[in-house]
C-alpha cells in the first residue's frame, strides 16, 4: 500500500546508507535490511489475488472456507429458516451434508445478484487490491465490482442511510495486520456458496496479513446475533499473488443468466430429488 | 505449436483440480464425474460469454442418432487468460469434444456436459479454465 510502506520503504535506504560508512556492522546491517523489507512487503497489499486451490477433504471449489460450517454455530429460528429455504450450489462439509439439488439451486448470485462481501472473497475469479490516500480499493473480475474500505479514521456509520450488499467497511493497520470491519448489510444475499445466512445485523471483521511475499491470508469473524446464537470464527484462507493477471470483465446479464439457465441449469434437473 | 497452443496444453497437464472445481457460479454437482465422454462434434453454436461459456453441437450417440449436446465451460474471463477467445470455435466446426455428461439425462435427444476439452480439426487442444489463475 502506497500509503503504509513510505514510513518502511523509507528505513531500509537509510540502513544501507550507513552500511557504506560501517562495514564492519555489514551482517547486522544486512539483518536489518531484510526484517524492514519484510516489514515493507507485509504492510503493501496491493496486487492481484486468487484465491488457492483446496486440498482439504471433501474437496471444494474453494479452500474450505471463510467460516467452516462444520465449526458453524447454533442458528436462531430467523437464521434456520433462512438456511431451511436455500437450495446451494455447492456441497457443504458441513453435519447437514449434501443439499444441492442441481436444477433448483436458488443461490441469490443465480438470479444475477452479486455475490457480495465475504462470499466474494471465496470466488475462484481474481480481485486486486489498490491502495489510495484515504481508502483500500478491492476490485473485483467476478460482477466486476469495487467494494471501498475507508481508512481515514472514519467510523462506521450507526445508522446507514442504506443497507448495501457489500456493507460500510473501514479499516486500519494493527502491527503487521490490515483490521477491516464491516456492518450496514441487507439481508439479500448469502454468507457462502453453501445457503448459510446472514442478516442485516451482521457486523464483519477481516484481518488481512500478507504472509510472505506471494501469499495473502485472509481470516474472517461473523458476528450476527440475528442469525447466530454466538460468533463465527473462521481460520485464514489463502491467497496467491498473480502478477502476469490483468483483472477481466465479469458482468451478469439478464440476458447470459437466463440462457444460462435454459440451457444448462434447468434441464439437469431430475425429479428424482437430490442427486448426489 | 505457437505460444497459445502450448499455454494451453500445459494447463491441461497440470490441472488436476479442473473436474472438482469450475463451477463456482452454480455448482458442478450435476455431472458425473466418473464417466468421460469423448464425442465427435458438429458445432452448431458458440457462445463466449460469463457466466459460463456453452457449447452446443450435434453428435451421434452409439446407435447413430444425433443427439443435441450443451456443453458448459468456465467463465470466459477466466478461459481468456487460457487462450480462448471468442473465436475459438464457429458453427459448423468438426472437432471432437470431451466432458462429463450430467447425470439422469441418458436416453434424451437433448443432453447436457461439462466441458474437459475440445480437440479442434487442426489438432489443436483447447482445455478448460481451472481455478489455478496463471
Request: proline share 8%; hydrophobic share 35%.
Amino acid at each position: 500500500m502506497r500509503e503504509a510502506c513510505a514510513r518502511p520503504i523509507a528505513a531500509p535506504v537509510i540502513v544501507l546508507s550507513l552500511g557504506l560508512v560501517a562495514p564492519a556492522q555489514s551482517n547486522r546491517t544486512s539483518t536489518v535490511v531484510q526484517k524492514n523489507a519484510l516489514s515493507a512487503v507485509r504492510h503493501d497489499l496491493d496486487g492481484v489475488w486468487a484465491i488457492k486451490v483446496a486440498t482439504t477433504t471433501p474437496r471444494t471449489a474453494f479452500e474450505c472456507c471463510l467460516v467452516d460450517p462444520r465449526l458453524r454455530p447454533p442458528m436462531t429460528a430467523w437464521g434456520q429458516a433462512r438456511f431451511d429455504a436455500a437450495v446451494p450450489s455447492s456441497r457443504s462439509p458441513g453435519p447437514e451434508g449434501n443439499r444441492v439439488i442441481p436444477g433448483k439451486e436458488n443461490d441469490p448470485a443465480l438470479s444475477c445478484f452479486p455475490d457480495g462481501i465475504p462470499k466474494i472473497l471465496t470466488s475462484p475469479e481474481p480481485f486486486e487490491i489498490i491502495s489510495v490516500p484515504g481508502r483500500v480499493l478491492m476490485f473485483f473480475e467476478k460482477d466486476h465490482g469495487w467494494r471501498q474500505i475507508w481508512t481515514d479514521g472514519r467510523k462506521l456509520p450507526e445508522d446507514p442511510p442504506e443497507l448495501r450488499f457489500d456493507g460500510y467497511s473501514v479499516g486500519r493497520w494493527e502491527g503487521d495486520t490490515f483490521v477491516v470491519e464491516s456492518s450496514g448489510f441487507n439481508d439479500k444475499l448469502w454468507l457462502d456458496y453453501y445457503g448459510d445466512p446472514h442478516s442485516e445485523a451482521m457486523r464483519l471483521t477481516e484481518r488481512y496479513q500478507r504472509v510472505n511475499q506471494d501469499t495473502l491470508s485472509i481470516a474472517v469473524t461473523i458476528d450476527d446475533p440475528k442469525a447466530y446464537t454466538k460468533p463465527w470464527i473462521g481460520k485464514p484462507i489463502h491467497f496467491s499473488l498473480r502478477p502476469r493477471v490483468e483483472i477481466g470483465e465479469w458482468y451478469c446479464t439478464v440476458e447470459d443468466e437466463n440462457r444460462f439457465n435454459e440451457k444448462i441449469r434447468f434441464p439437469t434437473f431430475v425429479p428424482d430429488g437430490n442427486k448426489k | 505449436m505457437n505460444a497459445t497452443t502450448a499455454t494451453v496444453v500445459a494447463v491441461l497437464l497440470v490441472s488436476p483440480c479442473v473436474g472438482s472445481s469450475l463451477f463456482a457460479h452454480h455448482g458442478a454437482a450435476a455431472y458425473d464425474r466418473t464417466v468421460t465422454l469423448t464425442l465427435k462434434a458438429s458445432v452448431t453454436e458458440f457462445i463466449f460469454r460469463n457466466p459460463h461459456i456453452i457449447i452446443s453441437f450435434d453428435a451421434p450417440d452409439e446407435r447413430g442418432q444425433v443427439i443435441h449436446w450443451s456443453a458448459e465451460g468456465g467463465s470466459s474471463s477466466g478461459l481468456s487468460r487460457r487462450g480462448w477467445t471468442w473465436k475459438t470455435l464457429k458453427v459448423g466446426d468438426q472437432v471432437t469434444v470431451v466432458g462429463n455428461p450430467a447425470r439422469g439425462m441418458e436416453g434424451q435427444d437433448k443432453r447436457v456436459m461439462a466441458l474437459s476439452r475440445v480437440i479442434l480439426p487442426n489438432g489443436q487442444v483447447v482445455g478448460q479454465a481451472s481455478l489455478t489463475v496463471p
